[in-house]
């Protein structure tokens, strides 16, 4: 808010329609991209990140530099993964435990008197200098506390360095505070997708949770990459990109309907176990048909088409319109870009990862053979240009596995 003069009546009208677009937003992760940006743009600050309060501790949890990450893989440093404790020794610890925002126009010229110390690990790996900040607590209007935003270095019209001003401190907070119910919002989608998938994975141990937070991660990754180098633009990508990670994230739910003898029986399947097992794919199709939502629908096409294969020989293949009419599978193959591309990129995530993590039945494969395995299956089992992103995005991948362990 330094470049052009503008009105409280204009900012908080500018507020008001951010608030209602990122009502259309369902993932959490898709929330606090936007709710970072949008908060980044009003104080035109270089860099912020949000962490997600998670009991006792702060969980870092989205970030944004300008400065330092820029280009292809700066996807990665989205899965950085630590957590700092809610108490007074932080900024963030402190700003979330006293419910006040922090203003600090230069982090290495804290006078001492403050309860806080600033963390100059950061500044220290990275080459990167922190100067203002902005610490705002994200309060939703029942005064909870679901997390913090930090901005970091505001700038003035020809990008030079300068703290954070008045309208910064009164206006960002506001957003911040209209945005934190959003944040509640899609972190309770979230929960609630992983609950669907907690009844799945009690059904069918080898489903965990962390298998599919990484699956989704994996092929929300992968599809932005695919999408960017298709030419689509950013905001189709991010709308997405945020219903694919939740829908890919639920891929296997349909397991639900299989029964335990065949689910739960260890070593290997015999065919007719085997021909009941593909049902799976289309049960879950079934469990979100007949719905107008756009996730919804997306869970519907990527359950189904998960298992298929770019050459045609996977399954179900084509089904009737209305899936209660299915008596039998693989009947006609479906083959290539008939496939929907979420479900392709689903495909390869959920392989990759079943291949490269450790599993009940089976040890974690070093990720050259995983890679190698995967490059094989190009243009046979899975899509030639698909197979190409996965290659380009390894380090991504990599983030994404430190993070989701388990
Ligand atoms: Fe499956
Ligand atoms: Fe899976």
């Given at each position: 808010m330094e470049c052009t003069d503008r009105q409280p009546y204009d900012i908080i009208r500018d507020i008001l329609t951010v608030i209602e677009e990122l009502n259309t937003l369902k993932d959490v992760d898709a929330i606090l991209d936007r709710v970072l940006g949008e908060a980044r743009g009003m104080t035109n600050a270089d860099a912020g990140s949000i962490f997600l309060v998670e009991g006792q501790n702060l969980r870092f949890s989205y970030v944004h530099n300008d400065t330092l990450f820029r280009g292809a893989d700066a996807s990665k440093h989205l899965y950085t993964n630590f957590a700092v404790p809610i108490d007074e020794k932080s900024i963030v610890g402190y700003a979330a435990m006293t419910g006040k925002s922090v203003v600090i126009d230069d982090a290495y010229a804290l006078s001492g008197n403050e309860p806080y110390t600033f963390n100059k690990k950061f500044d220290e790996d990275t080459g990167y200098h922190t100067r203002s900040m902005l610490t705002i607590p994200l309060t939703t209007f029942q005064d909870k506390i679901v997390g913090v935003m930090q901005l970091i270095n505001a700038r003035d019209c020809n990008n030079a360095y300068r703290p954070f001003n008045k309208d910064d401190i009164q206006y960002a907070p506001l957003f911040a505070n209209s945005a934190s119910v959003t944040i509640e919002r899609g972190i309770m989608t979230r929960e609630i997708m992983l609950r669907m998938m907690k009844m799945a994975e009690m059904r069918?141990?080898?489903?965990t949770g962390p298998h599919v937070q990484r699956v989704g991660a994996y092929s929300a990754e992968i599809y932005q990459r695919w999408a960017q180098k298709k030419g689509l633009d950013e905001v189709t990508i991010r709308r997405n990109k945020d219903v694919l990670r939740l829908a890919a994230m639920l891929h296997d739910v349909g397991k639900v309907g299989i029964s335990d003898t065949i689910l739960k029986k260890p070593g290997r399947f015999e065919p007719h176990e085997a021909a009941i097992m593909k049902w799976h794919s289309v049960y879950g199709a079934a469990l979100f048909a007949n719905t107008t939502s756009e996730l919804d629908k997306l869970c519907s096409k990527i359950a189904l088409g998960h298992h298929e294969r770019w050459d045609g020989a996977g399954y179900p293949g084509r089904l009737p319109a209305n899936l209660a009419e299915a008596r039998e599978l693989c009947l006609e193959p479906i083959s290539g870009e008939d496939i929907p591309i979420e479900a392709r990129i689903t495909s390869l995530a959920d392989v990759y990862d079943a291949l490269i993590s450790t599993r009940v039945y089976k040890d974690a494969w070093p990720e050259e053979q995983v890679v190698e395995e995967i490059m094989k299956g190009r243009g046979t089992q899975f899509d030639p240009e698909v197979v190409d992103v996965f290659a380009e995005i390894q380090d991504v991948l990599r983030a994404i596995r430190a993070k989701y362990q388990g």
């Open positions: 069918d141990p080898k489903e």
